[in-house]
């Protein structure tokens, strides 16, 4: 009898690890406790590498697309994507437990997508990927309010169920979008 293996590629392997990864850091934002999060937003520190995680992203882009001059043209409108989606978040005049929860929700939706992606890629059968990733991410958030129902220094919301699960859908087709573009650019460049 062939043993059946957990995962199809080693692609697939790490985005799922890079998954468990993020839900670590969500869980154990739990237990941090209210202090040093207060510590963390009397001191502006949140808001400051927030800032400086977008410039970095748009940094790396835009070098790295300076390598080839034929995608140079598709990674500016990466980093026009990023830019956008981060004033977006500046705009929407979001606290930053909301902007945090955007970032983790919609990365952590996004690794899920991809590794399913990368699954069916692989002949497992997958059926439609962006609702699952949504769901099971939407469904972690869900977890994590419900787990600080229990905790006396964390407030249960039902809002931020309902952003954890929009963050998990704006993660994901924000990715299915940045992935037809590439497929556009693509086809743009072999002609």
């Given at each position: 009898m062939k043993k059946r293996k957990i995962f199809t590629s080693k692609r697939e392997r790490k985005l799922w690890t890079w998954a468990l990864v993020v839900c670590i850091a969500i869980y154990a934002t739990l237990f941090l406790g209210g202090q040093f999060i207060d510590y963390m937003v009397e001191r502006r520190i949140?808001?400051?590498?927030?800032?400086?995680f977008f410039l970095v992203l748009i940094l790396a882009f835009i070098f790295s697309g300076l390598k080839?001059?034929?995608?140079?043209?598709?990674?500016w409108i990466y980093a026009g994507v990023i830019a956008v989606?981060?004033?977006?978040?500046?705009?929407?005049?979001?606290?930053?437990?909301?902007?945090s929860h955007m970032i983790e929700y919609g990365l952590l939706s996004i690794l899920i997508y991809e590794a399913l992606v990368e699954r069916g890629l692989n002949g497992a059968n997958i059926?439609?990927?962006?609702i699952t990733s949504i769901v099971a991410a939407g469904t972690i958030g869900l977890l994590d309010e419900c787990i600080q129902y229990f905790l006396?220094?964390?407030?249960?919301?039902?809002?931020?169920?309902?952003?954890?699960?929009?963050?998990?859908?704006?993660?994901?087709?924000?990715?299915?979008?940045?992935?037809?573009?590439?497929?556009?650019?693509?086809?743009?460049?072999r002609k």
């Open positions: 949140i808001e400051q590498s927030t800032f400086y080839s001059s034929r995608k140079r043209l598709e990674y989606y981060g004033t977006a978040l500046l705009r929407m005049d979001l606290t930053i437990t909301e902007c059926k439609l990927p962006i006396s220094y964390r407030v249960f919301d039902i809002v931020d169920i309902g952003f954890n699960y929009l963050a998990s859908a704006l993660g994901v087709l924000i990715n299915y979008g940045v992935s037809k573009l590439q497929q556009i650019f693509t086809n743009w460049n």
